[in-house]
């Protein structure tokens, strides 16, 4: 009798998630152990170049020598008091926030869903309070294609049926309008509006770029209307753009910034709201909180995150790279009937939104063929491949990652 062969390694870490852990992913088959700035290892010892960098949580890359150290200090110091007491490491950390924020206050949260709903809360609280919206009347502009997280509230105004679909009865006063379209927001703002929420660039939408203008259009319209402008810069934030906020491209400052993913470097979840006293000062003890909000390790990483965005190589060195990725996507584009190459390509900072063409691989076949040759992506709404390296990757990284781009589209498999 011959033995069969053992199950990889990989195939028996996947079962046992399948089995034990709910379905609401499908990733890729690859199981990965081990990650050092843009580069991850799977249990099998392949190498991966990471271009998804979760989701841009990961924009320091793995591991970052000054982001662990800083949370080590602080694991060995104190972890958690709960705003119940104060701790030494939220002061600082809020102070900082408000600086590269510029604004006068912030609110810490943990994940960016809740981060979103901090938003929304402060937002009807201000509408009553300050604008004088009659009560329950407040209305929150959003846009078409949106993706500001998983509450049930947060899904009422999301237009993704599979995010949406089963979760009713749905949370009312929000209303809907095309991404980009500045005549179609004017009209769905009035009396009851307290706030417009938009992500500057549409990160799960595809990497979607409004068009030139359109953010400061948004601006005017907020100030003529007297809402609130809220900037859900989770993902397009913290350097990914080349710039600090994807708002800073139209120097628009937003009245409310949402902040997530990255500000935790990749360690821990970490998000907060920041804005102006007149905004956030409608928030009384009591009326929000948070057990894990503003915990001293999530201060202290975030805090450091803080700082080396202030030092500002991060954003430099993304933009530049940003140019180099551009650059070398551009040829790739070809005509939409053909059976290679991409429809589209768009692309700001180290973010990229790569439409496939349709005679072609799926955006989840690509990826798997970028997978296949030691690249890691991954497809948004089936026909969008979303590249989001580490800003730590180098120029040798990026071409990399585009050689294996031409390879993967022109593979017969
Ligand atoms: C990821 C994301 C969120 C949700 O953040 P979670 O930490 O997953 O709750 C909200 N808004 C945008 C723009 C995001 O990209």
């Not at 009384?284 to 201060?299: D, R, Y």
């Not at 939104?353 to 970028?370: I, M, W």
């Not at 294996?404 to 589209?409: C, F, I, P, R």
């Amino acid at each position: 009798m011959t033995n069969p062969t053992p199950p990889s390694r990989t195939t028996a870490f996947i079962e046992q998630v399948e089995r034990y852990a709910a379905h609401n992913y499908h990733p890729l088959p690859v199981v990965l152990s081990h990650g050092e700035g843009a580069w991850v290892t799977d249990v099998e010892g392949r190498r991966y170049l990471d271009c998804l960098a979760g989701y841009s949580a990961l924009n320091f890359g793995h591991g970052h020598p000054r982001l662990v150290a800083r949370a080590q200090e602080q694991l060995h110091r104190l972890t958690l008091t709960s705003r119940a007491f104060h701790n030494d490491q939220l002061g600082p950390f809020a102070e900082a926030l408000a600086g590269l924020t510029r604004t006068e206050m912030v609110l810490p949260m943990n994940t960016g869903a809740e981060a979103v709903e901090t938003a929304i809360k402060v937002s009807r609280k201000w509408g009553y309070r300050v604008k004088g919206v009659p009560e329950d009347a407040a209305t929150v502009v959003v846009m078409e294609g949106n993706f500001h997280g998983r509450t049930t509230t947060i899904v009422s105004f999301s237009d993704d049926k599979v995010a949406r679909d089963d979760y009713g009865p749905y949370t009312p006063g929000f209303r809907s309008v095309p991404y980009g379209d500045a005549d179609a927001l004017r009209a769905a703002v009035d009396d009851t509006t307290v706030a417009v929420l938009l992500e500057p660039i549409q990160g799960e939408g595809g990497v979607v770029i409004p068009p030139e203008g359109f953010l400061r259009d948004v601006r005017g319209i907020c100030d003529d209307a007297g809402a609130l402008m809220v900037a859900d810069e989770i993902q397009s934030g913290l350097g990914r753009t080349g710039r600090t906020f994807a708002c800073d491209h139209e120097d628009v400052a937003p009245d409310v910034y949402v902040l997530g993913k990255a500000l935790g470097g990749g360690l821990y979840p970490v998000s907060a709201i920041a804005a102006d006293a007149a905004v956030l000062g409608v928030i009384t003890p009591g009326s929000h909180g948070s057990t894990f909000g503003g915990n001293p390790l999530a201060a202290a990483i975030g805090h450091e995150v803080v700082t080396m965005l202030e030092e500002g190589e991060v954003q430099r060195h993304a933009a530049s790279l940003g140019d180099h990725l551009a650059e070398r996507l551009r040829p790739l584009v070809t005509d939409p009937e053909a059976d290679r190459g991409l429809r589209a390509v768009r692309v700001r900072g180290l973010w990229a939104g790569l439409d496939v063409v349709a005679a072609g691989p799926s955006g989840r076949e690509l990826c798997e063929r970028l997978m296949a040759r030691g690249v890691l992506a991954k497809d948004t709404h089936g026909s969008t491949v979303r590249l989001a390296p580490p800003l730590v990757a180098t120029r040798d990284d990026i071409d990399l990652l585009v050689d294996t781009l031409e390879d993967a589209l022109a593979a017969e498999d």
